[in-house]
């Protein structure tokens, strides 16, 4: 397994907070020069300097684990392969060199290459009709919520409040929300037909309409969620307002988005969920009948859970159609997604779609060593009238193979020969002998002999290290 670059983590948080390698030094009470070599992931961490670490960094200790730093080493990785720049092979130490010692350039790197993307897709006749835009609104909206940890103090601090007024179990809190609403709001919630929606609220009529197609579960959110449009609104736009969108679309997202945090929040409270998928060892079918919510509802709380103090397993969480779009992801656990183009077709979330209802377990290795316990499950939505395909999407999770043991899908599994090879995306992965790559990765030169043919669709030349 690849070990954790807690050098690169100390070395960004000692220059965020502006302290000199010589000064977080007298403070931990070691050497300027033996900091220099933590900081170059030369040497080892000893688990009181990693306490002293956290105490004078002001972090708690998972904020050291260096997933920052491994989603961004991986962006760049990809940026760095496409081959219109016309780079030879970058090593990777000069990507991690290039995320740690300048990450803000990193950063730009990476948003100058996706403007450039969409500028290109602008190009080929795909535009918008409102003009160009360098940014789109579903992406700014996923870094907004990866940049935040997925998590919101004053969103859940709201929830708490109201929650402690409604006194309500989770058997009960359907019922306690439709309450709230008609006594202080004077909202009626009604159940029915209503085509081509699944809710819709009349500011007018203080009328509340959910879809007879929605099951119990999804009534109880979409009201939690009407709940928090009213009570939590002020707590969102002191969220938003800092991160000023660059336009009212990606605002928009990142409004719904955060109001769905909340209204998770409220059913599912911050302490009583985290002791419950502790219990449960994190069984996302047993929390979501214990809290009166669906498996997918359940799997993106178990996201959330980054309190300081209180954090729970770091789990990443994914969402993808049969086409292969992802629409959800978020990466606690430092899963390095990739941004463009597909995912590996030997992952897990694929082979789920063929199992309906059943929770696929995995244990999936990447090319640099990092191991995930990940799990899968393929869901459908209700539909709205006969004939009608149902949509069905993955849900996948997944947190590091060192924390499976606190996690109930990795029971029966010998983790340490069950690990199933897999890569970012077929573009990115330089295992040379994968039978279900879809294509040759960009950063090798291809082997093409007309007197062989290999078991592998694709043959290719692996570069040397440099020296």
Avoid at 227 to 247: D, G, H, I, K, Q
Avoid at 282 to 300: T, Y
Avoid at 330 to 346: I, L, N, Q, T, V
Wanted: hydrophobic share 45%.
């Amino acid at each position: 397994m690849a070990r954790p670059l807690i050098g690169r983590t100390v070395r960004r948080l000692r220059m965020e907070r502006g302290l000199t390698q010589q000064a977080l030094a007298a403070r931990l009470g070691i050497s300027a020069s033996y900091l220099n070599l933590i900081e170059h992931d030369q040497r080892a961490v000893t688990a009181s300097l990693l306490i002293k670490l956290g105490e004078h960094l002001s972090v708690d200790l998972a904020s050291l684990s260096g997933n920052r730093e491994r989603q961004m080493e991986a962006g760049l990785r990809e940026v760095l392969s496409d081959p219109l720049l016309g780079l030879d092979e970058v090593p990777e130490q000069e990507v991690a060199t290039l995320a740690a010692s300048a990450p803000n350039a990193a950063r730009a790197m990476l948003a100058l290459y996706r403007a450039w993307r969409v500028a290109k897709e602008d190009a080929s006749g795909i535009a918008l009709p409102t003009g160009r835009r360098i940014l789109l609104p579903t992406e700014e909206s996923r870094d907004f919520f990866h940049e935040h940890a997925n998590h919101f103090p004053a969103l859940e601090a709201v929830a708490e409040r109201i929650g402690a007024e409604l006194r309500a179990s989770p058997a009960e809190m359907n019922h306690a929300i439709a309450e709230r609403l008609r006594r202080t709001h004077g909202v009626t919630v009604a159940v029915g037909a209503l085509p081509g929606a699944l809710r819709r609220y009349d500011p007018q009529l203080k009328r509340l309409d959910l879809s007879e197609s929605l099951p119990r579960e999804s009534r109880g959110f979409q009201m939690a969620f009407q709940l928090m449009l009213l009570e939590a609104r002020e707590a969102v736009e002191a969220v938003v307002a800092p991160a000023a969108p660059s336009t009212p679309e990606a605002a928009a997202i990142i409004r719904l988005g955060l109001l769905n945090y909340a209204a998770a929040a409220l059913l599912m409270p911050y302490v009583a969920f985290l002791n419950a998928a502790r219990e449960l060892r994190h069984e996302v079918e047993a929390l979501a009948a214990r809290f009166g919510v669906s498996f997918e509802q359940a799997a993106h709380r178990l996201s959330t859970l980054q309190r300081d103090g209180a954090r729970g397993v770091p789990f990443f969480f994914l969402r993808v159609d049969p086409a292969g779009n992802v629409d959800k992801r978020f990466s606690a656990a430092g899963f390095p997604f990739a941004r463009f183009g597909g995912s590996c077709p030997k992952w897990i979330v694929h082979r789920a779609f063929s199992h309906p209802g059943e929770t696929q377990v995995q244990v999936a290795q990447l090319p640099d060593g990092a191991t995930f316990l990940t799990f899968a499950r393929a869901l459908a939505a209700p539909t709205t009238r006969w004939g009608e395909p149902a949509p069905v999407q993955v849900v996948a999770m997944g947190c590091d193979i060192a924390r499976a043991d606190e996690v109930v899908y990795a029971d029966g599994l010998e983790l340490g020969r069950a690990a199933v090879g897999i890569g970012l995306s077929c573009r990115l992965c330089d295992r040379p002998d994968c039978r279900s790559r879809a294509f040759p990765p960009l950063e090798h030169r291809l082997k093409l002999d007309p007197n062989e043919d290999s078991a592998a669709p694709w043959r290719f030349e692996v570069a040397k290290p440099r020296a």
